[in-house]
Structure formats: C-alpha cells, structure tokens
C-alpha cells in the first residue's frame, strides 16, 4: 500500500501517535528544502507541527476523522493534501498517513482554486455585512435633546451600560425606546458583540418559541436539517432588545424567566442546553403593573424585568427639545430623498409646538416629511402643516399698558423707551438719535430682555421675538451679544425682566 502511494502522489509521510514523523518517501524529500530543513535526518523524529506550518495532521490523530481533500498553504508553497488516521487491530489511532496529492494547484487546478477564490471573498464579504448588520446604529451622542427630561435620561442610561443588568424602558410608542437600547448596548462592555433586537408584538405567537430559542435539525416536518439559531443564541455576547414585551403570551412569559435567570436555552425539538451569555433589554408601552394585577402579566417575570427601569418623556413633555429635533429630523429627510436642505419658520415652529403628538417622535418624523415631500419651497412655514390644530391666539393687548400681552409691548414696558409724539421712540437718558442707531438700540435691548426672561435658552428666546432660530444668532453676532454671559444679560435687561 505505501508503495502505491508513494508512486501516485507527490509525496508522502508517515507520523506517531506522538505526532512525530517516523517515515517520508523519496517524492517527499524534494519539499525539505523549502521547509528549511537540511535533510531527511533533521526531518525524521521531529513534531509534526514543528517543521510542516499550517498542518492539520495533529487534529485527524485526536479526533480519529480523515481529512481527504484540503488545501495547505505554507513556506513551501500550496498543495493539495489529504490526510488519514492510521489505526491498529484494536481500533485504536496510533498515528497518521499524509499524502500531496499536487504541488502548485493553483496553476494545475485554476478554474477550482478561482471557484474557491469567489466563494472565500464572498463569504468575507458576507460575515462583514452582518456583522455591520448586528452592530448597533446609535449611541447617546445620537440622543437629540438637552431638556431636563432627557439629560436625565441620558445620565441613568450612562449609569447602566456600565452594567450587565437587565434593564425595562417604558414610554410611549414612537418616543424612541429602540434607539435608547442601541445607545445603552454602544456604550457597554458589549458594544463589539452583537445587538439582536425582536419586536414581539410582529411576530406570530405560535412562532415566538422559535424565533428565541431556535429549532433543532428536522424537530418538524420542513425545519431545516442543518436547525436555526434563535435570537438568544445570535446574541451570545452582546445584547438582546426585546421590544413590546408586554404582548409577550403567558406560555412563553415562563421560559424566558428560566432563561433570564439560568443564562440557557433549549432549542426547540432539541435535548441540549446551550449556554449564553446575554444581556437583555425589554421595551414596552403597556402599563405592565396593571397588567400583573389583572392577570395578563407573570409578576415574577416583571421584577425580574423592572431592574433597572428608565422612563422616556413623551415629545409633549419635552417641547424644549422641539427646534433641534425638528433640525435634526429634517436634515436627515433631506438627506435621505436628495431635497436641498429645509428649514423651519418661527410661526411653523410654533404650530408644531401647539400639538399635543400623540404618536411622539414618530409622528412628528412622519409630519415633518410629508410637508417636505409636498412642496419645493426650502422654508417650511405654518401654512405647509394644515392638518395640525393651529396654535391658541394670543391675550389681547391691554389698553393700560400693564397685561402680559405681546412681546414688544411687555419689552416696552420693561424700561426700553417712551413713546414720542411722531410715533417714534427715545430711550432713557438719550438725544434723539438717527434711526439706524435707535433700531440697533432697540433690537440689542429686546434681545437682551428675551434672553434673560427665558433664563439664556436661545431657542425659546428666538420664540418669544417671533423670529427664527438662525435670525437671532445672525443679530446676536452683529450686536455683539453673542459672547456675553447669563448673569450680564440680565443685569442689563430691565425691570421688566
């Protein structure tokens, strides 16, 4: 049989079960050189492992399996090798046959190795794709918003990536619960493991066992033979989102408890226990206690759950948030359609403002690019958002001068200037002055009374003098208010303010 071999292939060895070579064939000595062997004594009595770089011969001796068809590629070139246990009477490997089949495939063998060339970078490219795929789309710094209600949601969500922790986001639908959970997962321990997010409530209840757990080979007519991994296990690692988990069927409310607390999973027609490691993040925007109370909800499940709870704000809780998530929103609509850039009028703003967006972010997403889509007009104004209720009317002015009417009139009165007999006005301690003069005078005193009235917030400011957001910047600039502080804009402002 050695004799054979020897004469049908390229060259042959012979290795212990110690892995070391105990015999080569003369067609195998011609590859010493390449190996930087000097000869066949410095070859034989040597670990396999220590002299052939790349071989495989040290896994067929432990796991007894042949391998008949591989690819080996070191120093001395490519060749095309197989290798097979060798046994004795009792059965038992005391050692291995390696065989080079062809030295140098690539030329011999060139359509199999482009196959296997494409069929490499494919594979490539795919596990790339998927493991962008997996990789989570946002991080805190994608959270828009510097409200109160939002940086401390931001502050508790910095706290629990810091954790392993399960964690419970409650809010309303559309206040943006998924994109917290990407934030929490990219600022973990887990961010290089994957993100598995699963929406329960779009996944059929007969079919939820499965999309967790996953299904072994053939455990039902038309499974796949080869099984499919459930999300726990497509997670092991990083972070599993559960989303709606209040719509979450009794049956499968208990399984996921053992798993939460066991960290395994039995697939579905399987006897085995996998083992993962998986942090879970659950989403609902039901009022869970309630639900425990009537029955609906396991009360085990939730306080497992309810570790560490964050509560996102509604938009209608947060409208100090509203001009830079309507910027934010709008420039990516832009970006997305290929529309040059829109922006927003101070009385659309304010229309905005007046809703009460009971769909939350997503609602004000989706009104927001319909009324781009619907016009070529690059400012967005109030008549752009017709469905919307417009907002209350302002107080009447109060003849005596003293109500909280309209700006310029509470402005006025706050010390700015008297009124004159032409219409005009002069300020206090001050000559009649040319009109450019007096207008600077006036708008730098205006503006530093809206600013001190909402505390040094530019946006609300910009809202308070009807004018935009970019407006008030532009004539803060020109006026040289831009770089003064808080405290010196209202001790300058008037008694009004």
Known sequence: MFDTFARTTQGMLVVDRSHRIVWISEGYKKFLPALGVEGEHAFLGRKVEDVVPNTLIPQVIESGRAMMVDLLTNRAGTFLVSRMPLRNEAGEVIGALGLVLMDHPETTMQP?????????????????????????????????????????????????????????????????????????????????????????????????????????????????????????????????????????????????????????????????????????????????????????????????????????????????????????????????????PKSLSAEALERLGAHPWPGNIRELRNTLEQAALLTDDLLLRAEHFGALPAPAAAPAPDPAGAGPTAAGAGLARGGLGEPLAGGGLLLPGAALQPLPQAIAALETASIRAALAATQGNKVAAARLLGIARATLYEKMHQLGLDALPVSDIQSHAGPAV
């Open 112 to 340: 199999l190795m482009q196959k296997f060339s494409r069929l490499q970078r494919e594979l490539e490219d795919a596990q790339r794709q998927l493991a962008a795929q997996r990789r989570p789309k946002y991080t805190l710094a994608s959270m828009v918003g510097a409200s109160p209600a939002m940086m401390e949601v931001k502050r508790q969500a910095r706290r629990v990536a810091g954790t392993d922790a399960t964690v419970l986001l409650l809010g309303e639908t559309g206040t943006g619960k998924e994109l917290l959970a990407q934030a929490i997962h990219a600022g973990s321990s887990r961010a290089r493991a994957a993100f598995v997010g699963v929406n329960i409530a779009a996944v059929p209840d007969t079919l939820l066992e499965a999309e967790f757990f996953g299904v072994a080979g053939g455990a039902y007519t038309g499974a796949d033979r080869k099984g499919r991994d459930g999300k726990f296990k497509l997670a092991d690692g990083g972070t599993l989102f559960l989303d709606e988990i209040g719509d979450m069927p009794l049956p499968l409310q208990a399984k996921l408890l053992r798993v939460l607390q066991e960290q395994e999973v039995e697939p579905l027609g399987s006897n085995t226990v996998l083992r993962v490691n998986v942090r879970v993040i659950a989403a609902t925007s039901r009022d869970l206690p309630a639900m425990v109370a009537t029955g609906q909800f396991r009360a085990d499940l939730y306080y497992r759950l309810n570790v560490l709870p964050i509560r996102l704000p509604a938009l209608r809780e947060r409208l100090a948030d509203l001009d830079a998530l309507t910027d934010n929103l709008l420039d990516d609509i832009c970006r997305r359609n290929g529309l040059a």
